[in-house]
């Protein structure tokens, strides 16, 4: 990697907006990875060189030539909502923030497209308007990107309903600047979108994104407690399979968890489960039905109609879970899992029960190839790393899948392998290797 | 029961419109069970005494106070759509046709509340001018109302999208006028709906529903053909558990099912075996690519702009595929039947190589209970009561669910027993047991 002055960037990039200042840029090549006690300290002090931050594709393509040109690695980033380290540059360079990149080019019933900087909420606030929006979000809504959320999300608020993004029919097209010397914009539609979608940001800079819309259904949120807490799962998965009850969210937590949401305490006694639920208003009728089939209580229910004032439940959900937990305990951390389908709640019941307090049950329920199954993002009372390992091996023997939220290197991650597409792809489209470099076991081997 | 003679019929419902004419009686009288070459001459001379049309709520309460009064029988109909003999009334008496009470009462987004005799079109024209449409429909959808399709139906084209109309949320009130002397009206709501709706008619006199709405997309129309049977099942499996991709209709006949829709001809080569879609046009970009994946050849397609206009391939599923098959050769009957969640497509494989050309294989994906599972209409070459039940009872033994079409007798059907809560509320609306007499084991033996 060659290394280049910071004059020369500064003067490289004089007729696009950069950031030098120190401080910033160290803030600009963070993320949220240190809700990993493992990965603090493997990424302290790893910081950009500067921050570029194009206003439109235009400057991303002089971006790339230049960086090309000069071999200099370029890490991109949208809101750094990410908790892998992603957007922590290894060997400093660039760091290529898209969020002034913000145009909404078109919305029309069922699709959109927009710019990779466009937030999560700006889509949305306008595809509403014509009774859209996003099939799916994280947590991180309030300030993620869209871009952000295609390189390194998988899926959240919505999965209930539409899968993850991953899953064919959930994105239908990616619009990427090559990093070459002279670079070229590829349009991939269809299946061809996988060869960028979830590729951690390191197959080319991803300007527009084509995406399909859901049906913005008057969305109620609810709270239901339960005194045990098999019975607040075993709701959940009835009310995930309930094929006629229209939801976004269903999401439950062991106690303690509750305990850690100091906005919902008057909604959740000590000591009880809980269920924050978005419902369609539609179906909400029929909830008080299946709540008593399993003994729950609603607590609180806030109409559609009042969506967006006082308390957001969704707030308290997916990985927010583990930023309320951490506000409170500093030594607490977290796993996503997903679990298998064949194996209905078996699994899920041996190991609340194995591990007590240590590894705090977090269901979210989640449609992966047709069927409901619970996802868990488990919170997890820290000690060592030898014993986050035996955790997670544990559950990896069990027939849990782990993506494991504890390392930056995509291999050990989520998809345990590159795929051979994606890497044909990468190939082609970041030839030096300058994209977010050192975060790949394949790619460093090279 | 109680003999009236027809003028002292005629002049109880003198201000109400009638029909007495013995033709259009007896034509009112009928249903589709002529499905079935058992049913039919168990059901040959069954006609009910006279027609009557209420206009309104308050004729309905007329007419029930008066069979109450006089014990007569009453046996309600929409549009006679039904294929069980529902409609066919066991002891003569009132035929009571609900399709003049026609009145849209409102439609909001997701909601609409209709009069029982609504026609499914009618509902679905009004309500796609603000976005929405059935959830679910049979393929009599062009004449089935609304009211017949709760008391005898059970889902359709829509079904992979919302699972069966009997799952919670996807009906949400009913009113019923009671079978009494001094009728009363009521309000059933949430779970209670479960009371009147797929009660066979009997559970009280159905005049209002509400009913939630889904999204309507716009659905493109699609025949995939293939050269396995098998290949084409799998593919609407994984079609339907592609959770990105949104459909409402996943048809799979095996060869030589095909063969009897003339009209599609052209566009399915004899000895393929073909998928009759209806996808979201924003899921349709993704359609070839998981057609290639099971080596399958898209033959024809039209866009949603054009629907409504030439073909209308959910005319071709559901029972209209037994219909279809019926118009060349009267002596094919069909099954209706479930296959269990739990074995995928492995008895739908089995079965169709042991049955061979005598039960021809007719898939319908849906969901049920949070899989998508496959329903199937199979074609049979009836040749003699016995045999159809030894085929049905292999089925069963096998594990499939069957749905006996060629009972008119309620507990040897679809549910085998009525729901006890049915049955104390049949006792509190009907207390003289006039509602379509004859058609209950357990009811007849009171």
Redesign the interface.
């Given at each position: 990697m060659a290394t280049t002055n910071l004059e020369t960037l500064t003067a490289a990039f004089s007729d696009i907006e950069t950031i030098t200042d120190p401080n910033q840029v160290a803030k600009l090549s963070q993320d949220y990875h240190t809700f990993s006690p493992v990965l603090v300290p493997k990424l302290a002090g790893k910081v950009g060189d500067i921050v570029v931050r194009p206003a439109n594709e235009e400057e991303v393509i002089k971006v790339a030539s230049i960086c090309a040109e000069l071999r200099i690695p370029v890490t991109v980033r949208g809101a750094g909502t990410g908790n892998y380290g992603q957007c922590v540059p290894m060997h400093g360079g660039v760091i290529l923030d898209m969020t002034k990149m913000q145009e909404i080019l078109w919305i029309n019933?069922?699709?959109a497209r927009v710019q990779a900087g466009v937030k999560l909420t700006a889509l949305d606030k306008q595809a509403k308007g014509i009774?859209w929006e996003m099939?799916m979000a994280p947590s991180t809504y309030r300030t993620a990107t869209i871009g952000g959320f295609v390189a390194g999300g998988s899926g959240g608020i919505g999965s209930i309903?539409?899968?993850?993004l991953g899953?064919?029919?959930?994105l239908?097209a990616l619009r990427v600047v090559t990093l070459e010397e002279e670079p070229r914009v590829i349009e991939l539609?269809?299946?061809d979108v996988q060869k960028v979608n979830h590729a951690w940001g390191i197959n080319g800079i991803i300007t527009e994104v084509e995406i399909?819309?859901g049906?913005a259904?008057?969305w109620a949120e609810v709270i239901v407690t339960f005194n045990d807490f098999m019975t607040a799962a075993k709701f959940g998965q009835a009310l995930?399979?309930?094929?006629?009850?229209?939801k976004k969210l269903i999401s439950i937590f062991a106690s303690p968890i509750p305990e850690y949401f100091s906005a919902l305490h008057q909604y959740i006694p000590d000591a009880t489960h809980a269920a924050l639920l978005m419902i369609?208003?539609?179906?909400l009728?029929?909830l008080?039905?299946?709540v008593q089939q399993y003994n729950g209580q609603i607590t609180y229910q806030k109409p559609a109609q009042e969506a967006g004032k006082g308390l957001n439940l969704a707030e308290f959900t997916w990985n927010h879970t583990t930023l309320h937990a951490r506000s409170v305990d500093t030594s607490i951390t977290y796993l996503q899992s997903i679990f298998p389908a064949d194996k209905g709640l078996e699994l899920v019941e041996e190991l609340y029960h194995y591990f007590g307090d240590e590894v705090m049950m977090h269901l979210e329920f989640i449609?992966?190839?047709?069927?409901?199954i619970p996802a868990a993002l488990q919170l997890v009372r820290y000690t060592t790393e030898a014993r986050l390992n035996e955790i997670i091996h544990y559950h990896e023997a069990k027939g849990v899948f782990i993506a494991n939220p504890h390392t930056y290197i995509i291999e050990d991650g989520g998809r345990k392998v590159i795929d051979p597409e994606q890497l044909k792809f990468k190939e082609m489209v970041d030839p030096y290797g300058l994209m977010n470099p050192g975060k790949s076991k394949v790619l460093s081997a090279e």
């Open positions: 019933p069922g699709v009774g099939r309903q539409y899968g993850l899953d064919r029919g959930n239908l539609r269809g299946d399909p819309l049906t259904y008057p995930g399979n309930a094929d006629g009850m229209i369609a208003e539609p179906s009728e029929l008080p039905g299946l449609r992966v190839k047709g069927r409901v």
